[in-house]
């Protein structure tokens, strides 16, 4: 009794000594956020004001909502959040510029030859880049480009533009040359076809001297993802030289969305011990190539994996439903601690 009190009460000593996250911590930390909980919800903005010194728009920065018709641009809902990250003295980062998918039905519905399709990929970007100049540290420029087998995914701009990674890099940087510019993706574990392809990519975008700048590494996994397979892509990562970025971390629970699925404390734990690897792991990267790591928004209530694959019974995140650190929160925090 007498150990487990004095190992409480140095669990509360390392907590309050550095109560946030973000302290334990020498890289940017974040998550992505949606403007309206932003404005409506008191604990979601506090925890995105308390927490993190980074945002990334978790969705009003696609073209779908960005640009919802040829001619109107909709900056509304980002501005929202970069005004937000600004006055709360974070860092912004921009998500993404070019994706097959929340494409917008007037792009889906354009018929043009090759020229044609470039301008208005090239006027999308341009016109999303130099509205954010200055304001924005870096951008998700192509998003989720390849297939599990490493061929290029079919999609709008991979049908009419040829080498369109490399043009939409080109085009955002020269309109804002100071923004850091990231090729985003996920499940690039135990799927090794994919992985080349994305090294293949950024060796060929540097051999034509284009600008290319990070890595996103989205990580959305799971409890049961094997750690080695998560290392190799980390390690395979740093070698390219280019900054890694964490982009989208959340850990589910619940993979196979069992309906009776419980999140008792066996699961919780095996979460938190995840969360340890990746944070741990990230911090052996770098200093130089460390952009920082993202969770994918802030709350289990608020996780995407609940609402897209169906999945009420799942718990991604730190933050549980009414917005309490969860174990996993103090785990990671007094284990950070420990290694600063």
């Known amino acids: 009794m007498k150990l487990i009190t004095i190992l409480l009460g140095l669990s509360y000593c390392l907590s309050a000594q550095k109560p946030h996250l973000k302290e334990a911590v020498k890289f940017p930390l974040g998550s992505s956020v949606n403007p309206r909980l932003l404005n409506e919800n008191e604990a979601y903005r506090n925890i ?4 993190w010194t980074s945002l990334t728009a978790e969705n009003h920065m696609k073209m779908m909502l960005i640009h919802p018709a040829a001619d109107r641009f909709d900056f509304s809902k980002g501005d929202e959040i970069v005004n937000f990250a600004t006055a709360s003295g974070k860092r912004m980062h921009g998500h993404t510029l070019v994706w097959h998918n929340q494409v917008p039905q007037w792009m889906k519905d354009f018929q043009g030859d090759q020229k044609a399709w470039e301008s208005l990929l090239k006027s999308h970007i341009q016109t999303v880049v130099s509205h954010y100049k200055g304001k924005i540290a870096g951008w998700d420029v192509v998003n989720e480009s390849f297939l599990d087998d490493g061929s290029l995914r079919p999609s709008l701009w991979a049908d009419h533009i040829p080498d369109y990674i490399a043009k939409s890099f080109q085009w955002a940087h020269e309109s804002d040359p100071g923004a850091i510019l990231f090729y985003n993706d996920y499940g690039q574990d135990g799927k ?6 994305i090294l293949d990519l950024v060796a060929d975008l540097k051999r034509r001297g284009i600008p290319i700048h990070g890595l996103g590494l989205q990580m959305h996994i799971n409890v049961d993802s094997k750690r080695n397979e998560l290392q190799e892509v980390l ?19 619940n993979p196979k969305n069992n309906p009776d699925f419980i999140y008792e404390e066996k699961v919780a734990s095996a979460q938190a011990e995840q969360f340890n690897f990746v944070f741990k792991s990230y911090m052996k990267i770098p200093a130089a190539q460390q ?5 994918w928004n802030i709350s289990d209530k608020d996780s995407w994996l ?11 995140l730190l933050f549980d439903d009414k917005y309490a650190k969860k174990p996993a ?3 990671l925090i007094n284990s950070l601690h420990t290694l600063n």
């Open 291 to 295: 952009y920082g790591i993202t969770f």
């Open 192 to 197: 090794p076809k994919k992985m080349q392809a």
């Open 235 to 253: 390690d395979k990562s740093i070698k390219t030289g280019l900054k890694i970025h964490l982009s989208e971390l959340d850990i589910a629970v």
């Open 329 to 331: 929160y103090t785990t």
């Open 306 to 316: 609940r609402g897209y694959f169906k999945r009420p019974k799942e718990y991604p």
């Open 48 to 51: 995105a004001t308390t927490e």
